[in-house]
């Protein structure tokens, strides 16, 4: 099976071609970086794209413009980005008779209720939710047979802010987290676990993978300095008075994931197991997290 992943340059988009090569998948992957043997670029037309389809059986599309400050200052090259060229690419690809798997996210629900189930209606409330929920609109449009994979936050070794968390903490450092921004984080081992199993069965419909309830920042802080031994040294502070939104901080962003778990059998993990992940290990020493 050969495997086109779209953005192969993003955390999620490197971890899933280590992990399907590690499968023996043959793996082909673009990137919008300066020589790349595969270039594309979805801020610029997509006609002067390469012609992607040849010999690909099964497409991902990870690339994305996700950071919501940036979609908000720049909506039109994040609708560009977001919507437009990622629905067309999808549209290219099913039409050549590949099964193509869209990435999206948790916000295109407002956050209200914990662990929303897929079938519900999208109700976003910040310029990236509004543009994933548009493509998820027209991604089903073009792409009928295709899937769509939902996440929430992914954390991995090199996502910036617990990276620097962990680096500040063992030096001796406080850091500073919100006590009313809030994530169901999964580890990046579980994205990619998700990801490969619907590449591997390639279902239609929409399938998501989330922890199994949601904590704080500050929580994540506090959790992550105590297995450090560098308890007392984080300070909890409200994103509110920071200067962010209401609409940047949904009290819930829990999945469902029945759909996904009927397929592959992977569960909602505890919130904690992506922390531990970051140190090395599985360890729980804070019970109900």
């Not at 200052?73 to 008779?97: F, I, K, M």
């Not at 300095?225 to 200067?243: F, K």
Request: a neutral charge; charged letters at 15%.
């Amino acid at each position: 099976m050969r495997l086109l992943i779209v953005g192969g340059d993003s955390q999620l988009g490197s971890a899933l071609a280590a992990g399907a090569r590690g499968q023996g998948w043959d793996v082909v992957a673009t990137s919008r970086r300066d020589g790349a043997a595969l270039p594309l670029d979805l801020s610029q037309p997509l006609e002067q794209g390469p012609v992607l389809s040849s010999g690909v059986d099964v497409a991902v599309l990870c690339a994305a413009v996700a950071a919501r400050k940036l979609c908000a200052e720049q909506p039109e090259l994040a609708r560009r980005v977001n919507v437009d060229n990622t629905v067309a690419l999808a549209r290219r690809l099913a039409a050549a008779g590949v099964h193509v798997l869209l990435l999206s996210t948790s916000l295109v629900f407002d956050g209200l209720r914990p662990r929303m189930p897929a079938n519900s209606p999208r109700h976003p409330i910040d310029p990236y939710g509004r543009f994933k929920a548009d493509a998820e609109t027209g991604f089903q449009a073009v792409a009928p047979t295709g899937a769509i994979l939902r996440l929430t936050k992914v954390i991995g070794p090199q996502t910036p802010l617990f990276a620097q968390w962990l680096d500040t903490l063992r030096a001796g450092q406080p850091v500073t987290a919100f006590s009313d921004m809030t994530m169901a984080p999964i580890s990046l081992d579980l994205a990619v676990s998700a990801m490969m199993a619907l590449v591997a069965a390639r279902p239609s419909g929409i399938f998501q993978v989330s922890a199994e309830s949601d904590l704080s920042y500050g929580e994540a802080a506090t959790y992550l300095a105590g297995r450090c031994g560098r308890a007392g040294l984080v300070r909890v502070v409200s994103a509110l008075t920071c200067g962010f939104l209401p609409e940047h901080l949904p009290p819930y962003t829990s999945l469902a994931m029945d759909e996904l778990t009927a397929l592959s059998g992977l569960s909602a993990p505890l919130p904690r197991k992506a922390l531990d992940a970051l140190l090395g290990d599985g360890a729980n020493t804070i019970r109900g997290m």
